[in-house]
């Protein structure tokens, strides 16, 4: 996991050096894709803040930038949820509300954990998550990070949040410039890129 999201910064690194050659002046900002609008072309993430790939948390700003304007430079089309990270450790799951506008930390029950799970698992493969159980009040998601499959039992005041809410979001790296930094330079969803895909 960790040579696939060093050759991952590699990749996005040398795409930032492209856009600019060595006197490019910007940076990146890792985030979960909580909006994607392809008519208005934006796209809105919830920003990590600890500047670690390997354990990003995603917790900080939401933050907008424009699509590139060249369409190669855009990655696939990402997944928009609000669920921005399941912590098994701490019985919590935390997410992004829109209405808000803010991040927060809704604890849960996780009654079913499994670990391990392969996206290519016969209970992940060609499955669409979440799985919302409104008899048993829980949720079932799965995480391709954690390669977890995971159920919990939603709090009584979360049971009328949309499915959307508790959808997980694609994990984005975006490079912007800093003179126009509300302008993607490139796009790239970690979630969908598969680098060693020949």
Avoid at 143 to 158: G, I, N, Q
Wanted: glycine share 8%.
């Amino acid at each position: 996991m960790k040579v696939r999201s060093l050759l991952l910064t590699l990749a996005l690194a040398f795409s930032v050096a492209l856009l600019a050659g060595c006197e490019f002046d910007g940076g990146v900002e890792q985030g979960r894709c909580v909006a994607f609008d392809d008519q208005v072309k934006t796209i809105s993430i919830v920003v990590d803040v600890t500047l670690d790939q390997f354990n990003p948390h995603y917790s900080g700003g939401m933050h907008t930038f424009k699509l590139p304007e060249n369409p190669i430079d855009m990655g696939p089309v990402p997944s928009v949820g609000g669920l921005l990270m399941i912590n098994l450790d701490k019985a919590n799951v935390q997410a992004y509300d829109a209405a808000a506008g803010s991040v927060r930390e809704i604890p849960v029950e996780f009654t079913d954990v499994e670990k391990n799970v392969g996206s290519d698992h016969p209970k992940v493969k060609g499955k669409t998550f979440p799985v919302i159980d409104k008899e048993k009040q829980t949720v079932t998601v799965y995480s391709s990070r954690l390669k977890a499959l995971a159920t919990f039992k939603v709090p009584a005041e979360e049971q009328s949040q949309p499915s959307a809410f508790w959808t997980l979001g694609d994990e984005m790296r975006i490079a912007f410039r800093n003179a126009t930094k509300g302008q993607a330079g490139r796009v790239m969803n970690i979630t969908k890129t598969n680098i060693f895909k020949r």
